[in-house]
């Protein structure tokens, strides 16, 4: 397709999961992308698949001046920056009780999930404001729509997400800047492998297993949700075709949250 023909975007979180999902989509669509992630090897892989539709920097999104760094370059390399998709994001320990939260992960949690997604926005709008407006596609969750037992930092970090994009959408509308939520449902990605890492591994595997029990249940559609599903959806934001739309949270999610 060409829907996003002659436009450039910045993916974080784009070395894999939904982010390397989106790039690709994005750069079939005819954008062209820069990967901003932690992890060089598997983002500089992405990179080259899309040969000279993408380019990978690795960059820290808890870090304001690296993500500035990150914007900066699709701005040199590409000549402008018309998407900025914050969609770094780590579940931190999925702890089942707040009374074992802890307040080390609470700081990561929110300096990546909520501090990246603020910088990346206010780094996108400064250069959006000022060359004819774009679009701003912020990943939440639906544990950030709806309220539940257990992991409740990620959830808190996920609904700050969306408030914090429908005040800048009210504020940004004026310069012709969209910003807009994707709140995915449960995908199988690293996201969970990772919020496991301080289990053991049968335990991890126990939880991993139970959870997609549970997920399968309360999902109308009879199918996981994959990448691709969600790529669709940001593929749509980025573009025209969703030129009214700023503020909204669109759920991907399989009708789990209807
Ligand atoms: P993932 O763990 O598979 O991939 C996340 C990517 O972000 C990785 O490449 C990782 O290296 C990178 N990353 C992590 N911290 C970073 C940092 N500080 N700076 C730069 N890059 C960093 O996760 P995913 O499942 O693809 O999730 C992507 C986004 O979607 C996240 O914001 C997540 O919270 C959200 N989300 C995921 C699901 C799901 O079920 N997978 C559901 C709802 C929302």
Redesign the pocket.
Known sequence: GNELAGKVAVV?????????AMVERFVAEGARVVV????AE??AAVARRCGAGALFRA?????PE?LAALVECAVERFGGLDIMCN?????GTMHRSILHDDFADFHRVM???VL?VMAGTRLAARHMSEHGGGSIIN?????GVQAGGGVMT?RAS?AAVIHFTKSAAIELAQYDIRVNC???????????A?ASTTMSPEKAERMTRAMREMMNQDRPLPRE?T?ED?AEAAVYFAGDRSRYLTGTVLTVDGGTTA
């Open positions: 974080t979180g784009g070395a894999t999961g939904l982010g390397s901003g992630d932690l992890d598997r983002g960059t820290d999104v808890g870090d690296q969609n770094a994001g780590i579940s300096s990546v999930n990246g990943l939440s969750s639906v544990g990620y996920k994707l709140a995915p449902g449960n995908i199988p990605t690293d996201l969970l990772k949700g990448p969600v």
